[in-house]
């Protein structure tokens, strides 16, 4: 595709933005020569610079997969408490939950992986989206990170990775799982909206002649409502075109549609089996089906509707999105090593003789 035909949405940054203002008296004459002048606004290309994941997270790592040529990328923030484990939305990456986790890191540990044929992760299949696939993906990653004696974990998952996530959890596997967040996902409305997907991803700006102009698009096209997460999360979606000469989607998620139904087939009734507390994030009510709206009034999981948000709420509000995780963990008292219910010795402990 050429890729001049899709830069025209946003327009090019000139000089003219940068330039000097020239005194009153200069200036033509005019119905508002009276007005004072405002300060030079910020330029955009400013406004919209990407900044860089240390500003949130501690580290980063790359975890390889044993047996495959699979590698996964991670970042990973605090020392202590449970493990809040992130996974992204379609599209999205692990730099998603950068505020939030510079938020929870204060209380609980936070790693945000990237997953199969998205952000920094490299694998030999990036097309195999299949929920089975991305649940034996995020197993095989905290296997490799905590070897047979994982701390307690919580997942959380947003979109797509809400339905990963909950996988994961009906695997019944991982025996160290603590808690489970689902983030604005819910099996009714997620699989009538799929039949617009094709259109959605068509739609969308294809090609962008920097990384700026991403960024400012995700804002201004209501994809993302803070400017301060697309910042960070924006430029690990992208890659370099050399044949085009301009950043492209890093993730084909048009080529993956033969498993979108997949993912959320049964999810309510997964979610809802789960062994564990579990928390359902919505940016709307007229989100919840029949099956978790009969769920939610028998008391079987908290649900919480986060207003003035779009779908990314960890990304548009993040320090409420940090506080409602939080809350989550401490209501239902999971610690480092699991549920810790007061006047219990910890594993790790002997009672004085």
Request: proline share 5%; glycine share 8%; charged share 25%.
């Amino acid at each position: 595709m050429d890729s001049s035909s899709n830069l025209n949405p946003l327009r090019e940054d000139t000089s003219e933005e940068d330039h000097v203002v020239e005194p009153i008296d200069e200036a033509p004459a005019s119905v508002f020569a009276a007005r004072p002048l405002r300060p030079p606004s910020t330029s955009s290309s400013e406004k919209y610079s990407p900044v860089e994941w240390t500003s949130y997270f501690d580290k980063e790592d790359d975890v390889s997969i044993t047996g495959s040529d699979d590698v996964f990328h991670v970042y990973m923030a605090g020392t202590e408490g449970p493990v809040v484990f992130c996974l992204h939305g379609g599209g999205y990456s692990g730099l998603s939950f950068s505020i939030v986790a510079s938020k929870i890191k204060e209380k609980a540990r936070v790693v945000a992986m990237d997953l199969r044929g998205h952000g920094k992760s490299v694998s030999e299949n990036e097309l195999d989206l299949s929920l089975e696939t991305m649940s034996n993906d995020v197993l095989a990653v905290i296997k490799e990170l905590y070897g047979d004696s994982p701390p307690a974990i919580v997942l959380v998952g947003h979109s797509m990775g809400g339905s990963v996530a909950v996988q994961v959890a009906a695997n019944k596997t991982l025996r160290s799982l603590a808690g489970l967040v689902v983030v604005d996902v819910v099996e009714g409305t997620a699989i009538a909206s799929l039949i617009h997907m094709q259109k959605i991803l068509s739609n969308r700006m294809q090609h962008f002649p920097s990384i700026q102009k991403a960024i400012e698009y995700s804002v201004r096209g209501g994809s993302l409502r803070n400017i301060d997460s697309a910042r960070v999360s924006i430029p690990t979606t992208l890659k370099y075109d050399d044949s085009k000469q301009c950043y492209v989607y890093r993730t084909r998620l048009e080529e993956t549609e033969q498993y979108w139904k997949g993912w959320y087939d049964g999810l309510s009734e997964k979610f809802l089996s789960s062994p564990v507390p579990k928390l359902l994030l919505l940016a709307g009510t007229d989100r919840l089906d029949r099956t978790l709206t009969i769920g939610q009034m028998q008391g079987k999981f908290q649900m919480i509707v986060v207003k003035h948000t779009g779908h990314a709420i960890q990304e548009d509000v993040p320090e409420e999105f940090a506080n409602l995780v939080l809350n989550f963990v401490s209501r239902n008292r999971i610690g480092p090593n699991g549920v810790e219910i007061p006047g219990m010795w910890k594993p790790s402990q002997q009672p004085k003789t």
